[in-house]
């Protein structure tokens, strides 16, 4: 993306690009980085910068959120499509996608079981339960997603696709729930943040209840640092050149596995879909996230670089921001 069409972030963004702290310099380089964000994107960005300079990364965290909120973070009633499934974003659409693939979402669990007095523990008893044919169980789980469904605004959904993470989901792995947060990059995640294990539940849903959404038109999307908030834990996906041989399938996660060497460093994947409704059948599984966050940001950015540039066949990208920044 061009942050030189809106001056008031530029000169931030050059500066906090070689930041001390690496969750600001992560989202400094990630939007200086990101190339595929059309125009007309940053044309619905740069209103949010009328005010003056960026101070530093609270204030741009900010004036993003108004941006987010106002063209992704919709409400069910809203018209309009978020940005990422408008016309403009066409070049970001997969169009592909195999209506067959299973997609796999990490939700956090203490709102939806907040909004209907329940525990945890008791909704997870109550997946089982269903899982097993039970009928009651089945009731359970349709009031709690028709009462979720309710409070869900329309922001583009991250996934990644099942047999991706199929090792992760194999049978007598314990620490699913924990190699998924590392695999996937959801560095917020983290008991060591919040003081206190992460729940969460696993949706699983095939590609073509999305694909299905927006009256036929939901197909996925690979995504960009404009279709969510600032992410220090996302990496851009470069574009293709001319002579690819390759199309792009899905977006590329930074991995938050603790290795030690760029040649134990595994990229996930990732897409974004259109909002749809949960149903019980939806609900996979349920664990708590007890391991806090292990890899260095920095370590991890920097063995995910020469991974993104091989699949994509792009020793040029992020070239010039790196030779700037000194990294």
Same mark, same amino acid.
């Given at each position: ?42 044309d619905l960005y740069q209103p949010h910068f009328s005010a003056g300079p ?30 990422? /499934? =408008? ?17 796999? =979402? ?10 209907r007095g329940h525990s945890f523990e008791e909704v997870r008893a109550q ?5 097993? !044919? ?37 049978? !007598? ?13 959801? !560095? ?6 919040? *003081? ?37 834990? /996302? ?15 899905? !977006? ?15 990229? *996930? ?18 664990? +708590? ?13 920097? /063995?995910? +670089? ?7 066949? =792009? ?6 921001? /790196?030779?700037?920044? *000194?990294?």
């Amino acid at each position: 993306m061009d942050s030189r069409a809106i001056p008031n972030l530029h000169d931030y963004l050059e500066a906090a690009a070689s930041s001390a702290d690496p969750e600001e310099q992560a989202c400094a380089q990630n939007l200086l980085l990101d190339e595929r964000p059309p125009a007309a994107a940053s044309d619905l960005y740069q209103p949010h910068f009328s005010a003056g300079p960026v101070a530093d990364l609270d204030d741009w965290f900010g004036r993003h959120r108004g941006y987010a909120t106002e063209h992704l973070f919709i409400d069910q009633d809203e018209p309009e499509n978020p940005y990422t /499934f =408008r016309d403009i974003n066409a070049r970001n659409r997969l169009t592909q996608t195999d209506p067959q693939l299973n997609l796999i =979402r990490i939700e956090h669990a203490a709102w939806p079981c907040s909004l209907r007095g329940h525990s945890f523990e008791e909704v997870r008893a109550q997946i089982e339960s269903f899982q097993r !044919g039970d009928a009651a169980a089945l009731d359970f789980l349709q009031g709690l997603c028709n009462t979720w469904n309710l409070e869900r605004d329309q922001r583009p959904a991250y996934v990644t696709t099942e047999i991706q993470v199929e090792d992760c989901l194999a049978d !007598g792995v314990a620490d699913w729930a924990v190699q998924l947060r590392n695999r996937l990059g959801l !560095g917020h995640y983290d008991p060591g943040r919040s *003081g206190r294990p992460v729940e969460i539940f696993l949706m699983r849903y095939p590609a073509s209840e999305v694909i299905a959404a927006l009256a036929g038109q939901g197909h996925p999307a690979l995504p960009t640092v404009l279709d969510g908030d600032l992410n220090p834990f /996302f990496f851009p996906s470069p574009l293709p050149t001319l002579e690819a041989t390759v199309a792009p399938l899905y !977006g590329r996660t930074l991995n938050l596995t603790a290795v030690d060497a760029e040649n134990d460093y595994d990229m *996930g994947c990732e897409l974004l879909h259109p909002r749809i409704d949960y149903r019980p059948e939806h609900f996979y599984r349920a664990d +708590l996230i007890a391991e806090p966050v292990t890899m260095p940001l920095a370590r991890a950015r920097g /063995f995910h +670089l020469p991974w993104v540039r091989l699949y994509a066949e =792009r020793d040029d990208f992020g070239a010039d921001l /790196f030779a700037r920044v *000194g990294a």
